[in-house]
């Protein structure tokens, strides 16, 4: 009975030293290797660098500009007798916006077409005595000079008679011109005439501006990046302050064939329909253009970029899950994600947010990011 009872007293002790000596001995051992294996191979998360798949949004400043807008001058002298249509008013091409009396103008038509019928009056007469002195030249009762000279005579009358029809014919211009017409269908824009106003052709201010507004142009520049994402055809939105919440439709209709020096951007047209009249020329708006990028730049995350002394980098993740460090050129930043133009390829692995620990070279875990690499990427 006491070599039992010592028995059982030794196995207890030897379960106490059991518990409360090795085991938690042996507990510690496997949380250090445990953490030695974490720091040897620190988990990272990644994510995947990818071509944006994003339509890109571009904002650019602009004007409304008349399709067509033409100051109208008097090619006549003379004074305003009357004028019949003001701003504001339509026209149609052809129809009269004022009359100017031009008496000088007149009075010179009227000694032109005298002088013409004196010229055709001397054209005949010449005409017979070259008949005539040829006939006696023929007869050799007239010398050949004194013929030659009648020929010769008739010739000048012919050249004099077709100066005097265009002297004619250039007053008959001017007259027509004391009529003032509209050259195309539009609206009076300005008017600076009045009743009785003296007008010196070729100088002094436009008489009426004549607007066309039923389509109106847009010049805008377009930067270098995204001049091969338009394209003749393509349509654009034209947003106006006064119509918030309205976008207006309009088409890209031509570009120039090159780029300006200075702001490397391409002058590129837009037109606008506007049969309402809603919009007036000389409105400010912006142009939003929708481009599908012909060759769209890779997006990470924002948080994946580190910039150092030498420039922004990324740590990317290799087949081997070692940490690489990557140079690279950054494009726009959206926010949560910002486009690499250069430094690494599509489908490179990189880490997100990493930290000053992620060294060249060390093995990490890598643990894929739950969101993709462009995703809350606005333009």
């Known amino acids: ?103 000088e103008v007149d009075q010179q038509l009227n000694q032109a077409r005298a002088n013409l019928e004196q010229s055709r009056a001397n054209l005949e007469l010449s005409r017979i005595t070259a008949i005539r002195w040829q006939d006696l030249g023929k007869h050799n009762a007239v010398a050949q000079q004194d013929v030659d000279e009648k020929v010769a005579d008739y010739s000048v009358k012919q050249a004099d008679l077709k100066a005097t029809q265009a002297n004619v014919d250039r007053l008959l211009q001017l007259q027509k011109f004391e009529t003032v017409v509209a050259p195309f269908d539009g609206v009076i824009s300005t008017r600076n005439i009045d009743v009785g106003t003296l007008i010196n052709a070729g100088s002094g201010p436009e008489l009426y501006r004549v607007t066309q507004s039923r389509i109106l142009r847009v010049y805008v520049n377009v930067p270098q990046n995204y001049i091969r994402a338009i394209h003749v055809g393509l349509t654009v939105d034209v947003l106006v302050p006064e119509f918030p919440n309205r976008p207006f439709q309009g088409k890209i209709v031509r ?65 081997g899950n070692k940490i690489a460090y990557r140079k690279v050129t950054l494009g726009r930043d959206f926010g949560s994600a910002i486009e690499i133009m250069s430094g690494i390829d599509d489908g490179a692995r990189v880490v997100s947010n990493p930290n000053d620990a992620l060294a060249e070279g060390i093995v990490v875990e890598p643990i894929m990011h739950s969101a993709d690499s462009d995703s809350g990427a606005k333009p």
Request: net charge neutral.
């Open 1 to 103: 009975m006491k070599k039992l009872f010592l028995f059982l007293l030794l196995a207890a002790v030897v379960l106490a030293v059991v518990f409360l000596g090795i085991l938690p001995r042996l507990h510690d051992s496997a949380a250090l290797a445990a953490e030695v294996r974490a720091d040897s191979h620190p988990p990272v998360n990644i994510a995947i660098a990818r071509h944006s798949r994003m339509v890109n949004e571009l904002l650019l400043p602009a004007a409304l500009q008349p399709y067509q807008d033409a100051p109208i001058y008097a090619r006549t002298s003379g004074y305003i007798a009357r004028w019949l249509v003001d701003i504001g008013a339509r026209v149609k091409a052809g129809q009269t916006l004022a009359v100017i009396e031009s008496p």
């Open 255 to 319: 570009f120039a064939g090159a780029l300006e020096g200075g702001s490397r951007t391409l002058q590129t047209e837009v037109q606008i329909p506007n049969p309402a009249d809603e919009l007036f020329p000389g409105m400010f708006a912006q142009i939003r253009l929708h481009l599908a990028m012909v060759e769209p730049p890779l997006v990470v995350p924002s948080n994946a970029v580190v910039i150092r002394a030498d420039g922004a980098k990324v740590a990317t993740v290799t087949a």
